[in-house]
């Protein structure tokens, strides 16, 4: 059983989704700490030859506040109307705008003022989209021990959660031991996303966009085979 654990994001990019289609379970951090300035509500779009930084507006919250604790702004429906607009300029005359703008307009309708709940809805409806079926699993309905931290932490959830393989992002090579998760009986491997380059109708490609810009250029079968564009390691 592959499991992976992530906090969720805006629209994350291609690898996020690389992640969640190679494991069997994912869980989403909504309960880890907010990073101010992070990218949790934020990411980039397309826009004019040019990569432009989106961003969900929240209420004000202390740097100790969790994911799930924090809102989104009273202005946010301003702020969707806004972006939808900034969506259609940008992604209009995209060869599959149409296919995708649809699902998009339900992704950003909340459906309770925590953007956590928001968040976790956007990425349900893009695996959707992208008929990905991994199981999604919020961290905070998991009885797990809220006093581990970091890599302890992980390896108390994939025992919980009945996993015998964690799947990380590259990035945290130095955060977790493969000795540690072996005398638990845990497999550990780093998912290290390949070059992936696509038509953007620009003259240079911009990578590492939002989903947003992978599902406006290619239709799904192409998607797809984005999705095995890694190296594990």
Same mark, same amino acid.
């Given at each position: ?114 953007? &956590?709940? $928001?968040? %976790? ?6 695996? /959707?989209?992208? =008929? !990905?079926?991994?199981? #999604? ?69 911009? &990578?590492? $966009?939002? %989903? ?6 290619? /239709?799904?079968? =192409? !998607?797809?085979?984005? #999705? ?6």
């Amino acid at each position: 059983m592959k499991t992976g654990i992530m906090q969720p994001y805006f629209f994350p990019y291609l690898g996020y989704f690389q992640l969640i289609n190679f494991c069997d379970q994912f869980v989403l951090g909504d309960d880890l700490q907010y990073i101010q300035r992070g990218w949790v509500n934020r990411n980039r779009i397309l826009m004019n030859g040019k990569d432009v930084l989106i961003s969900v507006p929240i209420k004000k919250c202390s740097y100790l506040t969790l994911i799930n604790e924090v809102s989104i702004s009273d202005d946010y429906l301003n702020f969707r109307k806004k972006l939808l607009g900034q969506l259609n300029g940008a992604y209009g005359k995209a060869p599959f705008y149409k296919d995708v703008i649809g699902m998009l307009e339900q992704a950003l309708s909340p459906d309770s003022e925590l953007l &956590s709940d $928001l968040l %976790i809805k956007q990425l349900k409806l893009v695996c /959707d989209f992208l =008929e !990905i079926s991994t199981e #999604l699993i919020k961290s905070s309905q998991i009885p797990k021990d809220n006093e581990l931290k970091a890599e302890k932490r992980v390896i108390d959830i994939n025992k919980i959660l009945n996993s015998d393989h964690y799947i990380n992002p590259i990035g945290g090579t130095e955060l977790y031991s493969r000795e540690n998760f072996e005398k638990e009986g845990l497999k550990l491997n780093f998912l290290k996303t390949k070059t992936v380059v696509y038509n953007q109708n620009i003259p240079n490609f911009i &990578s590492n $966009l939002s %989903i947003i810009d992978v599902m406006m250029f290619n /239709d799904k079968e =192409e !998607i797809k085979k984005m #999705l095995n564009e890694f190296e594990l390691i």
